[in-house]
């Protein structure tokens, strides 16, 4: 299994971006996609979590209403889209499968290999 994250960048506060994630190597139509984010010397955190096959979404208090995560199942993908991005939002960023949603980086079994985020004030 493959997770090949891309689209980070350095962007200015106020600004948008969209992340992207193409998964290969599997069935992913019982499984739960989700970011999360981490910086240096901090805990991976959970971002946004999307259900395969009935596209429901999660979302961490601190990216509601700016960040939406998305799926093309074609495309075997998944999309965060960043809106409104802060300077707090500078982390890497990372894919990652599991067959259940859960906040817990552990539940999950398969990760990308991250994308770098810089917001600038």
Known sequence: VQLQASGGGLVQAGGSLRLSCVASGRDFS?????WFRQVPGKEREH???ITWSTNITYYANSVKDR???SRDVAKNSVYLQANN???????????????????NRRTYDYWGQGTQVTVSS
């Open 85 to 103: 991005v802060r300077p707090e939002d500078t982390a890497v960023y990372y894919c990652a499968a599991g067959s259940r949603y859960s906040e």
């Open 30 to 34: 019982t499984s739960v996609m989700a």
């Open 67 to 69: 960040f939406t995560i």
């Open 47 to 49: 971002v946004a979590g």
